[in-house]
């Protein structure tokens, strides 16, 4: 096992991190920007290294900074955590040719995911059904109307290097088709500097679900259900659960089975996310994620795991401790992702925290790096906590989180609690009848 672990994130995350290396007996290196040295990552680790000024490109996502770090503190490992350099197939390989362990898949996995064209190649001949669309790059406008027509309007061009949503465009019939494709191209350019493209039939409300996965270097692969992740705005994910309120258990089985299986046919390792869309019973593969989710802890509330330390003890070189026949699933689980934000007009309010009180109690966890007094910088992504109640049933997970909003006390700052408790009393969403595109309508339209 690892003796000493450096995390190379901050935030909660980074936390996170630092609790799991705590409880296994390795130690923690911690890296921040001069923005985050009073970070509570970086006052719980046994070292820490300051690695820079306050824009991410200048600290955390200076590879020969990090890999530094590593070097002087004696490393033997590096936990990635989510954004950053997670899925940066290049860190990855660094660190491993500086004989480190990187916490995560190897980088041809990362690089093979990372790219949207030949993922969703590599998951339909290891058998994950797909949204029909074109087998790869469009070359021309005269394959983009080929193809158009084959699978009939409206169409969806995507981004090769993209994901997210970014340098997407929808075309609602041939005559849109060539100015779609060439917005789309020109915005991938700029945006990732590679302009390749595909298409796909759009599909116009189906729900967004994740499937976790977990590999050992030992041909050991299990799945750990899924998570809805529908609930987002422009984007930007605001609650997830577990179990969907839209799936069955036949389709729950299936889901997991394929992302199993197709996780065992190109020799995955480590943790994984495999993302779907759910429209009409049928569910399509369209990219995956080869990081630790922010979400992740929905997934562990339900499965009694530690994601973390699981993604450690592979990386190690350790076994997977148990079979699919034993990963169980209790009850539900719901995160709210707190953010630093008005929650009306979701403008970014940083700033100095005052009183602070989080929730406690039965099936609460409270995953954030806030203390009283801690100043929230304004250079990194606005996520200040995540809330997640876990309950016998998703009736109860409802009524646990009312109250854990009631009780979390955050000063100072603008938060995104109130948005929550409105959501808590709209009846669709207790009802779970939500897809994609419900959370934008719900919350209206405020541009930023
Ligand atoms: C789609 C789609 C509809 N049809 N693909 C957006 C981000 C990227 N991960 C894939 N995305 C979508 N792909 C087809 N063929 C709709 C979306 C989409 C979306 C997906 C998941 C969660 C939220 C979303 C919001 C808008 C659009």
Redesign the pocket.
């Known amino acids: 096992m690892f003796q000493k672990v450096l995390i190379a994130n901050r935030g909660e995350i980074a936390l996170r991190i630092h609790r799991a290396c705590r409880e296994m007996g390795i130690r923690t290196v911690a890296v921040h920007s001069t923005a985050d040295s009073d970070a509570m990552h970086v006052r719980l680790a046994d070292e820490s290294v300051c690695i820079g000024p306050p824009p991410a490109r200048q600290s955390y996502l200076d590879k020969h900074a990090i890999l530094s770090a590593a070097a002087i503190t004696g490393a033997d490992a590096i936990h990635p955590g989510y954004g950053f350099l997670a899925e940066n197939a290049d860190f990855a390989a660094m660190v491993e040719e500086h004989g480190i362990a990187f916490i995560g898949p190897s980088p041809e996995h990362i690089r093979m995911m990372g790219d949207k064209i030949t993922a969703k190649r590599a998951a339909r001949a290891a058998g994950i059904p797909c ?1 029909p ?1 074109s087998d790869g790059p469009i070359s021309s406008e005269a394959e983009a109307r080929r193809v158009a027509a084959d699978i009939g309007f409206p169409v ?1 061009i ?1 981004a090769s290097a993209g ?3 970014r340098g ?1 465009k929808v075309a609602t019939d041939a005559d849109a088709l060539a100015a779609a494709l060439s917005t789309a191209r020109s915005e991938s350019k700029s945006a990732f500097g590679d302009d390749s493209v595909y298409i ?4 116009s409300h ?1 729900r ?1 679900i994740e499937i976790q996965v977990l590999a050992d270097t030992y041909g050991n692969v299990v799945h750990l259900g899924e998570r809805d ?2 609930l ?1 705005r422009r ?1 930007q994910k605001l609650l997830e659960e577990a179990p969907s309120p839209a799936l069955d258990p036949e389709i729950r089985r299936s889901i997991g089975e394929v992302a199993r299986k197709a996780m065992l046919a190109i020799g995955y390792r480590n943790v994984g996310t495999l ?1 779907f ?1 759910y429209e009409n019973g049928e569910f ?1 593969f ?2 995956m994620n080869t990081r630790l989710q922010v979400e992740h802890p929905v997934t562990e509330m339900v499965c009694g795991l530690d994601l973390v330390r699981e993604m450690i003890r592979v990386a190690a070189g350790e076994p997977l401790g148990f079979t699919q026949e034993d990963v169980r699933f209790t009850g539900h689980a719901i995160e709210c992702r707190i953010t630093a934000e008005d929650p009306v007009t979701f403008a970014p309010g940083p700033g100095r925290i005052g009183d602070y009180h989080p929730p406690g109690g039965l099936g609460v966890r409270v995953d954030s790096a806030l203390y009283s007094g801690y100043r929230v910088p304004p250079h990194y992504d606005s996520l200040v906590s995540k809330l997640i109640v876990h309950g016998a049933n998703r009736q109860e997970c409802l009524m646990r989180l009312r109250r854990s909003l009631e009780e979390y006390v955050i000063d100072g700052i603008p938060t995104t609690i109130p948005l929550f408790h409105r959501l808590l009393d709209e009846p669709e969403f207790v009802r779970g009848e939500y897809d ?2 419900w959370l934008e309508a719900f919350v209206g339209g405020h541009r930023r």
């Not at 796909?200 to 599909?203: F, S």
Request: aromatic share 8%.
């Open positions: 949204v669309g969806l995507k994901g997210g949503g997407m796909e039939k759009y599909l189906p967004h992740c529908s987002q984007h993302e869309l399509y369209i990219e994609i595109h």
